[in-house]
């Protein structure tokens, strides 16, 4: 297995790099999302950063708070043999998180455990993490988490004891062209499966691909793959904002995926892009998703209310949702 929790960076060219942590509540519409990232543009046009994202989605009350923090890198370390970050006095290791992310409006506070999770799970073929395609890289590296401790948003104490979620880690020289990600660590009538997928596009030099759709997914002890490059160009995956749905199928498995979100759900985001540029980001951790598996003659169908991870990267403007940090 290739060690993915220390840095990536090589120290050459253009990079970004996230690690970040997200739980949701084990029955209700409340999830948290926090993020510590690497940027390091590729012209030297701007400045070498960390970045802290923390975002806290309260459905019932129709509330998202946003924060980012940045920090100049002389501020910041990240550790190439472990997981090892700060940036400014907020920390990451492994099992454990705290610090603050301030904005001109919100500020959240974290101070946050949590436990190993179950076995690392790689969303592309092993043999693509260390290939020059794609440019970006991504690893659930702790599914299944239980997080013990706190958030403090805008003053309000929100204890997260016992919510569940994942550890992750993503980084590339540029970020994909356009995709939809979506994760479930849990759904609601199958607590120990989960779910990671996405759509997207990417770049060949100026040229963008055909949609694809990879996904895997694990239920009663099995783990179902849908990433190789043939079942990816000809898997069936579509979107638009706020909506997303594919079918995919190797062999005798098909697999069919709805998720979906309210616009109140989601909050914007604005990503640097190390080559140039910003590309923008709509962002909620509790939309809904429904998942339909058949293998040979069994099927499963798997929903989860408000447990799902859903995230459109887009470079259009016509979405309708305010960009918060």
Sequence with gaps: ????????????????????????????????????????????????????WAIYFDGDRERVVASKQEEAIERC????????????????????????????????DWQLEYDDGDPSLLLLPQGFY?????????????PHVQFRGSLTVDGETIDVTG??????????????????????????????????CA??????????????????????????????????LTARGSYRFFRWSFATRKGSTHLRVAIEADPAAFTGLTYYNPPGGNKTCLNTKIARCRAVLTDGGEQWELVSRNGAAFEILTDRDDHGVDIAV
């Excluded at 260390?130 to 702790?142: C, G, I, L």
């Excluded at 919510?163 to 660590?185: K, P």
């Excluded at 694809?212 to 783990?223: H, K, N, S, V, Y």
């Design 1 to 52: 297995m290739i060690p993915f929790h220390g840095s990536q960076y090589s120290g050459r060219g253009g990079h970004y790099e996230s690690w970040f942590l997200r739980g949701n509540h084990p029955r209700e519409a409340r999830a948290f999302w926090i993020r510590y990232t690497l940027f390091v543009p590729a012209d030297g046009s701007r400045k070498q950063l960390g970045e802290l």
């Design 130 to 142: 260390k290939a020059p395609f794609p440019k970006a890289k991504s690893v659930v590296s702790r």
């Design 163 to 196: 919510w569940q979620g994942s550890e992750n880690h993503n980084w590339g020289s540029e970020h994909t062209h356009q995709y939809a990600w979506g994760q479930v660590m849990g759904f609601d009538n199958a607590p120990e499966a989960m779910l990671e």
């Design 77 to 108: 370390r990240f550790d190439q043999h472990e997981m090892n970050i700060a940036i400014g006095p907020s920390h990451l290791e492994s099992g454990r998180a705290e610090g603050s992310a301030q904005s001109e409006q919100h500020r959240i």
């Design 199 to 232: 759509t997207a596009r990417v770049k060949v030099g100026p040229v963008p691909t055909p949609r694809m759709t990879i996904a895997c997914l694990r239920l009663e002890d099995r783990e179902y793959r849908f990433n190789r490059m043939s079942t990816a």
